[in-house]
C-alpha cells in the first residue's frame, strides 16, 4: 500500500512561495550578501532597483489546494490574478481568490510574476520549456516550489542569461539534489533545497498523518490516504 499526507503542508508552502516572490522581486538575497560582504557604502537613489509586486499580474499555473492558497494571499497586494488549470475552479473559490481563468498562452504573456504548482507526471514533464519562456512578458519574474522537472532548468538560465525574465525563485529543481551549476553563479536568482513545507508545525503534523497511516495500514488495512486501493499482496498495486 501506498499512502502520501496531503492537505497539512498547502498553508506552509503557499506562505512560502510568496517568500520566493517578495525575495526575488525585491532582491532581498542579493542585498543581503552584499551587506555582509562589507561592501555597502551608503544609500542611494537607484540601489538594488527590484519589481513591485502590489499591483502586478500574478500567473498562476495549476489551480489546486496550494495553488488557490497562494492567490487568496495576493489579495493583500491588490493584484491582478489569472489562473490556468486543468479545469476551472468552482465560481466561488474564483470570487474569494479574485482570479481569473485564462489560457496557458494568456497566462503567459501578462504575467509579470508566474509561480508552478502543478504535480510532477509525464503530462507537466517542462510543461514551462523554451517555447513557454518565450512567451513571457519581458522581464517577468517565474516562481517554482512545485517539482523539479516541471520546469526546463536549462532553458530558464538561457531566459535569466539573455536578460528576458528578470529573477527566478526556485525550491526545486531537475535532478534534485543537483541542480543546474549555473543557477548557483545568478546574483538575481533565489535558490533554498526544498523546504517549502519546512515549518516545525507543518513537518509535524506530516509525519503524524504519515503514522496514522501506517498504524492503519497494519490494523485495518485502510489507511486514510491511501493512493493504491486495491493493492495486491506481491505490493504491485494490480
Known sequence: MATNTPGV?????????????????????????????????????????GADVHHAVLGILGFG???????????GFDMTVLYNSTRQAEPDIERACNATFVSKDELLTRADILTLHVP???????????PELAMMKSGAILINA??????????LVEALTSGRLAG??????ENE????????????????????????????????????????ALTTGKPPNL???????DGSGK
Not at 489546494?65 to 487568496?72: F, H, L, N, P
Not at 510532477?120 to 523554451?130: D, N
Request: aromatic share 6%; no cysteine; hydrophobic share 50%.
Open 9 to 49: 503542508l498547502d498553508d506552509s508552502t503557499a506562505d512560502f512561495t510568496w517568500a520566493l516572490i517578495l525575495a526575488t522581486a525585491r532582491r532581498v538575497v542579493e542585498s543581503d550578501a552584499h551587506l555582509r560582504s562589507g561592501a555597502w557604502k551608503g544609500w542611494y537613489l537607484k540601489q538594488f532597483l
Open 146 to 155: 512545485a517539482r523539479g522537472g516541471v520546469l526546463d532548468d536549462a532553458a
Open 168 to 173: 527566478a525563485g526556485l525550491d526545486v529543481f
Open 120 to 130: 510532477y507526471a509525464p503530462s507537466t514533464h517542462h510543461i514551462i520549456g523554451r
Open 177 to 216: 539534489p543537483a541542480l543546474n551549476p549555473a543557477l548557483v553563479t545568478m546574483k538575481n536568482v533565489v535558490l533554498t533545497p526544498h523546504i517549502a513545507s519546512s515549518s516545525a508545525a507543518t513537518r509535524h503534523a506530516m509525519a503524524m498523518l504519515a503514522a496514522r497511516n501506517l498504524v492503519a
Open 227 to 233: 493512493l493504491n486501493p486495491e493493492p495486491s499482496g
Open 65 to 75: 489546494r496550494i495553488g488557490s492558497k497562494v492567490a487568496r494571499r495576493a489579495l
